[in-house]
Each structure stands twice: as structure tokens, then as C-alpha cells.
């Protein structure tokens, strides 16, 4: 059974940085995009980066030239590097791929268990 292992997260003050990292386990054959998205207290979830498996990537407007989406084929793994953190980036952190368990079968989308993310002043 495919699972995404979300790690990374925590309390920091506004202006410092965090890593988070997205893991996959078990079977699959590939990982076509991948992206984080969040959702804050009381508002909807939000896409946030994204990443496609030709190398592009695509942010939230509120996040370019802070946050840098970045993935680790070999490992299976995708992570975002969090800089220069606002208040306003306080929220739960969700992890999404687009996995192929089966070479030829059509791919399902999987979500990370989140992550807790706040930045006090």
C-alpha cells in the first residue's frame, strides 16, 4: 500500500526557515507531479508548489522567491524549503503526488498525513 510520510514542520519566528520533506513507501513505478498545499485556521486548502516530472516548478503567488519546491527521484522523496517565513504562513502542510503504482495502469493521487507549520513574531 502506497503511504506519503510528511516530517519537517514545527514553531518558528517570522524570518526563519524550515525544511519539510514528503516520503514514499511502498510499490510504485513513478511519480509524476508533486506539490504542497495548505490550509490555515479556518480558511480552504491552497496549493502552494508545485513540481512536474519533466523539472518544472509553479508557486503561489504569496510564496515565490521564498519557498522552493525541490524533489529527489531516486529517493522518492519531495521536500519544500520554507525561507524568510510570515505570520501568514501559518497553516497545515499537505504533501500530494501523483503516483503510477503499475507500469501502464492509470496513476491516483495521494495526500500526506500534513504537517503543522506557525511562525509567531
Known amino acids: 500500500q502506497v503511504q506519503l510520510a510528511q516530517s519537517g514542520g514545527g514553531l518558528v519566528q517570522a524570518g526563519e526557515s524550515l525544511r519539510l520533506a514528503c516520503e514514499v513507501s511502498g510499490s510504485i513505478f513513478e511519480i509524476n507531479g508533486m506539490a504542497w498545499y495548505r490550509q490555515a485556521p479556518g480558511k480552504p486548502r491552497e496549493f502552494v508548489a508545485g513540481?512536474?516530472?519533466?523539472?518544472?516548478?509553479n508557486y503561489a503567488d504569496s510564496v515565490k522567491g521564498r519557498f522552493t519546491i525541490s524533489r529527489d527521484n531516486a529517493k522518492d522523496e519531495s521536500y519544500l524549503q520554507m525561507n524568510m517565513l510570515k505570520i501568514e504562513d501559518t497553516a497545515v502542510y499537505y504533501c500530494?503526488?501523483?503516483?503510477?503504482?503499475?507500469?501502464?495502469?492509470?496513476?491516483?493521487?495521494?495526500w500526506g498525513q500534513g504537517t503543522r507549520v506557525t511562525v509567531s513574531s
Open positions: 500530494y503526488m501523483n503516483i503510477r503504482t503499475v507500469s501502464g495502469e492509470n496513476t491516483r493521487n495521494y
Open positions: 513540481s512536474s516530472s519533466a523539472g518544472g516548478t
